[in-house]
Nanobody
């Protein structure tokens, strides 16, 4: 069992930055692929960024490419999402997810564990 706890959300002006953190419990964090998803009101949950177990492979949604960066520190059991040049359309609840397998995945159905979510609000 893996528990995920996100932090770092908040209110920021357009053009600003935030860094989300997701700390995982368990001793096998380094073997998990990780992802960040978001869900805005009235919309489906969508993948923002994903990473394989080693961090050697990453994926970004077109809407965040060049602005967001996913990274992980296996020694700290933590995955990060650095968000720069934020836009009002980035406003959503952001979720961290873990997949009990090494390969990168983009679909939410492929992830086994989810955090509780953290709200990100970007004002115009």
């Amino acid at each position: 069992q893996v528990q995920l706890v996100e932090s770092g959300g908040g209110l920021v002006q357009g053009g600003g930055s935030l860094r989300l953190s997701c700390e995982a419990s368990g001793r096998t964090f380094s073997s998990y692929a990780m992802g960040w998803f978001r869900q805005a009101p009235g919309r489906e949950r969508e993948v923002v960024a994903a990473m394989n177990w080693s961090g050697g492979m990453t994926y970004y949604a077109d809407s965040v490419k060049g602005r967001f960066t996913i990274s992980r520190d296996n020694a700290k059991n933590t995955v990060y999402l650095q968000m720069n040049s934020l836009k009002p359309e980035d406003t959503a609840v952001y979720y961290c997810a873990a997949r009990s397998g090494p390969g990168l995945r983009r679909a939410s159905r492929d992830y086994d564990y989810w955090g509780q979510g953290t709200q990100v609000t970007v004002s115009s």
